[in-house]
Nanobody, 124 residues
């Protein structure tokens, strides 16, 4: 399994931006499709965005479509989540996840490697 480490979280004001990064190691990165999920206190972990191993197919939750952008750099074994126009409801711990599957990327069960998470707090 690939090991994942997220970074880039923090406190940001509403309408602000953050870029989350996820560094992968211990595997052949370009065979993994990657996802971002988030979990707010007392709530389930929800899908945010995913990117196919080919780098061309991307998927977004309706709540973040048009505001968040997922991307990857296979040469660096990195995946990113650019978050713009942040809202209070975006506050959560954000997790990076990896899978060798190429379908069903919106589901938690598709992923078998997870990072420890990075906290994002949107506050005025």
């Amino acid at each position: 399994q690939v090991q994942l480490v997220e970074s880039g979280g923090g406190v940001v004001q509403p309408w602000g931006s953050l870029r989350l990064s996820c560094a992968a190691s211990g595997g052949t990165f370009n065979v993994y499709s990657m996802g971002w999920f988030r979990q707010a206190p007392g709530q389930e972990r929800d899908f945010v965005a995913a990117i196919h191993w080919n780098g061309y197919n991307t998927y977004y939750a309706n709540s973040v479509k048009g505001r968040f952008t997922i991307s990857r750099d296979n040469s660096k074994s990195m995946v990113y989540l650019q978050m713009n126009s942040l809202r209070f409801e975006d506050t959560a711990v954000y997790y990076c996840a990896a899978t060798k599957l190429s379908e069903g990327l919106r589901g938690l069960d598709a992923y078998d490697s997870w990072g420890q998470g990075t906290q994002v707090i949107v506050s005025s």
